[in-house]
């Protein structure tokens, strides 16, 4: 069950990402009197350099920010928005009528909020907290790493040979766009090894513009127009004008309690209300009484996500064309009623809303003060469109793909309409100061593993290193499939795995340490001596690391 990993301790400062540059990164400026947001941008940075086929600055982020001086966590949505031009009619025209395809120019099509998410925390670090790091420092080793190299991890290694598999055109083969080609692939036409060093020269000099222009120059300056001018002629329906009118949001977190904690999350478009419902969900059943890791802790974690899955799927979207009922649905005496539902010996084989209307990086920072940053950074798929735009050596996401082309659907496609977003970044509070920051990539599997932690550490007393090692199920879908499975990693028994089956649950079993659950990262405060507990994911690449 466990690597060996001890937790992390330390006094002052932790951060936990899945790479262990990046991990360094944010120590180093937490070292130099940075700030958790510094501390952040930075590592995030790296991490859009290091560890290419999870994030880039191609891609989206999403944070949750605690303010130690005024005790409040504030919400920033940097997830883009569709081109004006991406209508349903304007796919149907280019002969698309079921769904955008995942890869290539016409996946490319929703503005890249990431870069606009760091210079809005940057911002908000300066006014708020008392930042005092330049823009153009945060931004330094991530310029040394696109220019100067870093070692290929495993998980990119494995990634890459799966994407230049020739099995299916649409989802792989990814070589046949030639920017992948040339920025990820060696000279062989094979996978770089794990180990070897990759250097990524376009992407070091547009983020040396980045550093000496400033943030505007990837939206109403010459960066973003060189962007734009690509993938608008090879097919995207993004423009200039879409980059020159994205902005983020500031927004209210979500919230509910769970065992005395404050829980928190993102609003819609993200997929935070099922993260709180889930939680709400199991908060009625006494889960200590079942066992960690027993089948009927996994059957009631399937359930309960089944019936949060459904009113997400039902409500989440861009909040500016639907607004969802949140109080309703995040209602404890509704989630007693849903939880009624889950039948103890048999898996419900679809449940609906009731209520009725309408690949990823984790990072977690706690500074010296107490101020807290959660943050996930995502392209979507794994290298995302697998489009790089051109001579500026950015990878664009996917996320768009997102969008249904079904006029009646809740997320159907729209101008300027955020997409359905899987990313939630979590935070638990104690007595309205941090207890729990943390965050995970996996898609589907983000609240499941979110509620595998937490359940882990609230109900079941792990440190948070164990929280994440411990053996982990995941219950959803994979490169959009219509059905959804339950897959363990093989570390469950045999016999837990005939015991769901013959629930009904469809089981798949997966390896001991299957990246499918996700790369789960974490800080725990302690509430009286106020040390920094950290853990990272071992199915990933990173670290956890204080001072």
């Given at each position: 069950m466990?690597?060996?990993?001890?937790?992390?301790?330390?006094?002052r400062g932790m951060v936990a990402t899945p790479h262990g540059l990046a991990t360094q990164t944010g120590l180093r400026v937490l070292r130099e009197g940075g700030n958790a947001i510094e501390a952040a941008v930075a590592a995030a940075a790296t991490i859009a350099v290091v560890y290419p086929h999870m994030n880039s600055l191609g891609?989206?982020?999403?944070?949750?920010i605690y303010s130690a001086r005024t005790r409040e966590v504030r919400g920033l949505n940097a997830t883009g928005r569709a081109a004006a031009a991406a209508t349903i009619g304007w796919y149907r025209e280019r002969g698309v009528t079921d769904a955008i395809p995942p890869r290539g120019p016409l996946a490319a099509n929703t503005v890249p909020g990431c870069v606009d998410g760091w210079a809005q925390a940057h911002a908000f670090s300066r006014e708020a907290l008392g930042g005092r790091l330049p823009w153009a420092a945060l931004l330094a080793d991530a310029i040394v790493y696109a220019e100067d190299g870093f070692p290929v991890t495993p998980s990119q290694e494995e990634c890459t040979t799966h994407n230049l598999e020739a099995s299916d055109d649409r989802i792989r083969h990814l070589q046949r766009f030639e920017g992948?080609?040339?920025?990820y692939v060696g000279r062989n036409g094979q996978p770089v090894p794990r180990g070897q060093v990759m250097?990524?020269?376009a992407l070091a000099a547009s983020l040396r513009d980045l550093a000496r222009e400033g943030p505007e120059t990837f939206y109403r300056g010459n960066l973003g127009r060189r962007i734009a001018d690509f993938l608008q002629r090879h097919g995207s329906p993004l423009t200039a004008e879409d980059f020159a009118a994205h902005t983020s949001t500031w927004v209210e977190p979500l919230r509910t309690t769970y065992r005395g904690y404050t829980a928190l999350s993102l609003p819609p478009n993200t997929q935070g209300l099922a993260a709180l419902s889930l939680l709400n969900l199991l908060e009625v059943h006494d889960l200590t009484s079942y066992g960690d890791g027993s089948p009927d802790y996994l059957h009631v974690m399937v359930e309960a996500t089944k019936l949060a899955f459904a009113d997400r799927d039902r409500w989440v979207t861009d909040p500016d064309?639907?607004?969802?009922?949140l109080d309703r649905l995040l209602d404890k005496t509704y989630a007693a009623e849903r939880a009624r539902r889950i039948s103890p010996s048999r898996a419900a084989p679809a449940v609906v809303s009731g209520i009725a209307g309408g690949?990823?990086?984790?990072?977690?920072?706690v500074d010296a003060a107490g101020n807290a940053v959660s943050l996930i950074q995502s392209i979507y798929f794994?290298?995302?469109s697998g489009i790089v735009a051109g001579d500026t050596g950015i990878l664009m996401q996917n996320r768009g793909t997102f969008f249904s082309l079904d006029p009646g659907h809740v997320n159907a496609l729209a101008p300027r309409k955020r997409t359905f977003h899987t990313l939630i970044p979590a935070m638990f509070l104690h007595d309205h100061r941090p207890y729990l920051v943390y965050g995970t990539m996996g898609g589907e599997g983000q609240p499941q593993t979110q509620a595998a932690l937490v359940t882990r550490v609230v109900d079941f007393g792990y440190d948070i290193q164990a929280a994440i090692e411990a053996p982990r199920w995941l219950y959803g879908r994979t490169w959009g499939l219509p059905t959804r499975g339950l897959y363990l990693e093989g570390r469950f028994s045999q016999a837990t795995a005939a015991e769901l089956t013959h629930r009904g649950h469809p089981v798949e079993v997966l390896g001991d340490w299957s990246e499918s659950m996700g790369h789960a990262q974490g800080i725990v405060i302690d509430p009286q001596s106020g040390v920094?507990?950290?853990?990272?994911?071992?199915?990933g690449d990173g670290s956890a690391a204080g001072y």
């Amino acid at each position: 069950m466990e690597t060996g990993r001890p937790v992390s301790t330390a006094l002052r400062g932790m951060v936990a990402t899945p790479h262990g540059l990046a991990t360094q990164t944010g120590l180093r400026v937490l070292r130099e009197g940075g700030n958790a947001i510094e501390a952040a941008v930075a590592a995030a940075a790296t991490i859009a350099v290091v560890y290419p086929h999870m994030n880039s600055l191609g891609g989206d982020n999403v944070w949750l920010i605690y303010s130690a001086r005024t005790r409040e966590v504030r919400g920033l949505n940097a997830t883009g928005r569709a081109a004006a031009a991406a209508t349903i009619g304007w796919y149907r025209e280019r002969g698309v009528t079921d769904a955008i395809p995942p890869r290539g120019p016409l996946a490319a099509n929703t503005v890249p909020g990431c870069v606009d998410g760091w210079a809005q925390a940057h911002a908000f670090s300066r006014e708020a907290l008392g930042g005092r790091l330049p823009w153009a420092a945060l931004l330094a080793d991530a310029i040394v790493y696109a220019e100067d190299g870093f070692p290929v991890t495993p998980s990119q290694e494995e990634c890459t040979t799966h994407n230049l598999e020739a099995s299916d055109d649409r989802i792989r083969h990814l070589q046949r766009f030639e920017g992948f080609r040339n920025a990820y692939v060696g000279r062989n036409g094979q996978p770089v090894p794990r180990g070897q060093v990759m250097r990524l020269p376009a992407l070091a000099a547009s983020l040396r513009d980045l550093a000496r222009e400033g943030p505007e120059t990837f939206y109403r300056g010459n960066l973003g127009r060189r962007i734009a001018d690509f993938l608008q002629r090879h097919g995207s329906p993004l423009t200039a004008e879409d980059f020159a009118a994205h902005t983020s949001t500031w927004v209210e977190p979500l919230r509910t309690t769970y065992r005395g904690y404050t829980a928190l999350s993102l609003p819609p478009n993200t997929q935070g209300l099922a993260a709180l419902s889930l939680l709400n969900l199991l908060e009625v059943h006494d889960l200590t009484s079942y066992g960690d890791g027993s089948p009927d802790y996994l059957h009631v974690m399937v359930e309960a996500t089944k019936l949060a899955f459904a009113d997400r799927d039902r409500w989440v979207t861009d909040p500016d064309w639907v607004k969802a009922p949140l109080d309703r649905l995040l209602d404890k005496t509704y989630a007693a009623e849903r939880a009624r539902r889950i039948s103890p010996s048999r898996a419900a084989p679809a449940v609906v809303s009731g209520i009725a209307g309408g690949d990823t990086v984790a990072l977690a920072v706690v500074d010296a003060a107490g101020n807290a940053v959660s943050l996930i950074q995502s392209i979507y798929f794994d290298y995302g469109s697998g489009i790089v735009a051109g001579d500026t050596g950015i990878l664009m996401q996917n996320r768009g793909t997102f969008f249904s082309l079904d006029p009646g659907h809740v997320n159907a496609l729209a101008p300027r309409k955020r997409t359905f977003h899987t990313l939630i970044p979590a935070m638990f509070l104690h007595d309205h100061r941090p207890y729990l920051v943390y965050g995970t990539m996996g898609g589907e599997g983000q609240p499941q593993t979110q509620a595998a932690l937490v359940t882990r550490v609230v109900d079941f007393g792990y440190d948070i290193q164990a929280a994440i090692e411990a053996p982990r199920w995941l219950y959803g879908r994979t490169w959009g499939l219509p059905t959804r499975g339950l897959y363990l990693e093989g570390r469950f028994s045999q016999a837990t795995a005939a015991e769901l089956t013959h629930r009904g649950h469809p089981v798949e079993v997966l390896g001991d340490w299957s990246e499918s659950m996700g790369h789960a990262q974490g800080i725990v405060i302690d509430p009286q001596s106020g040390v920094r507990f950290g853990g990272a994911d071992p199915r990933g690449d990173g670290s956890a690391a204080g001072y």
